[in-house]
T-cell receptor, first 111, second 114 residues
Framework: GQQVMQIPQYQHVQEGEDFTTYCNSSTTLSNIQWYKQRPGGHPVFLIQLVKSGEVKKQKRLTFQFGEAKKNSSLHITATQTTDVGTYFCAGDSSNTGKLIFGQGTTLQVKP | DAGVTQSPTHLIKTRGQQVTLRCSPKSGHDTVSWYQQALGQGPQFIFQYYEEEERQRGNFPDRFSGHQFPNYSSELNVNALLLGDSALYLC?????????????FGPGTRLTVT
């Protein structure tokens, strides 16, 4: 079945450093979504990418969708302590809302 | 505008028992999906309900069943509980079943099976 792999599993950074998490799908995706989950919380939607090669920015966050629509990345510039949490990518291969989540990347930021 | 609500918040059950979890979608949403999130893992898709029918299903046994009511709220039922069913169960709602709409997650129900 479809699999979504995410690396790294954990990342510890000093406040102000950059952070990147990578997501790879075993199948071509119709769209990919990114979610953030704070400790003890639930996933919160960040963004959706639909087009091949798409790049979207949200303040210090930059999201990319690969040309083959099988990989994606999230880059955070100049991390802040408020960025702490687990970032998940979730792929939808059939445009039905059935999301396959990666294992997540847990970000720790040292002040 | 109420978001997605789930009940109960926490639940402790014994192996072999049955459990029912409930979800009310965000106002205006008609599609509900259920996910299981084990500790330290990403959410795993269980199934999706739209127009009171199961539309999509993940790789979960028949012990997992659901229902959607005319007001769009939903229930997740798990029979013959196993220790491995201990997890956070998340409900997510969206405007329509299509993948081009973001999913709003509820706070989840933490199920512990002893």
């Amino acid at each position: 079945g479809q699999q979504v792999m995410q690396i790294p599993q954990y990342q510890h950074v000093q406040e102000g450093e950059d952070f990147t998490t990578y997501c790879n799908s075993s199948t071509t995706l119709s769209n990919i979504q990114w979610y953030k989950q704070r400790p003890g919380g639930h996933p919160v939607f960040l963004i959706q990418l639909v087009k091949s090669g798409e790049v979207k920015k949200q303040k210090r966050l930059t999201f990319q969708f690969g040309e083959a629509k099988k990989n994606s990345s999230l880059h955070i510039t100049a991390t802040q302590t408020t960025d702490v949490g687990t970032y998940f990518c979730a792929g939808d291969s059939s445009n039905t809302g059935k999301l396959i989540f990666g294992q997540g990347t847990t970000l720790q930021v040292k002040p | 505008d109420a978001g997605v609500t789930q009940s109960p918040t926490h639940l402790i059950k014994t192996r072999g028992q049955q459990v029912t979890l409930r979800c009310s979608p965000k106002s205006g949403h008609d599609t509900v999906s259920w996910y299981q999130q084990a500790l330290g893992q990403g959410p795993q898709f269980i199934f999706q309900y739209y127009e009171e029918e199961e539309r999509q299903r993940g790789n979960f046994p028949d012990r997992f069943s659901g229902h959607q009511f005319p007001n769009y709220s939903s229930e997740l039922n798990v029979n013959a509980l196993l220790l491995g069913d201990s997890a956070l169960y998340l409900c997510a709602s969206s405007l329509v079943p299509g993948g081009l709409y973001e999913q709003y997650f509820g706070p989840g129900t933490r199920l512990t099976v002893t």
